[in-house]
């Protein structure tokens, strides 16, 4: 999976699955799109259902956007292939 296909299905489920409105882009900070708690919780558990990572809230807030969510689950996907 390149790590663009993986943004735009990140994108995907926040608008799709989540209903998160707005100009959702890979870069949007999720302060601007004034995400709540409950919304990214929901998506970290979306997160772990797919991808099988999981990637606690506070770590989705600590990557700032999509893009660097992308980038953490790529890493983490990376990290428990090689302890495979």
Do not use: C, H, W
Request: charged share 25%; glycine share 4%; hydrophobic share 45%.
């Amino acid at each position: 999976m390149t790590a663009d296909s993986l943004k735009d299905q990140l994108v995907t489920l926040l608008i799709d699955k989540l209903e998160v409105s707005g100009e959702v882009t890979p870069n949007t900070p999720f302060t601007e799109l004034e995400l709540d708690s409950l919304v990214l919780l929901e998506f970290s558990v979306l997160i772990e259902q797919r991808y099988s990572v999981e990637i606690p809230e506070e770590d989705l807030l600590d990557a700032g956007d999509i893009a660097g969510v992308a980038s953490l689950l790529l890493a983490r996907q990376d990290s428990a292939t090689t302890r495979a």
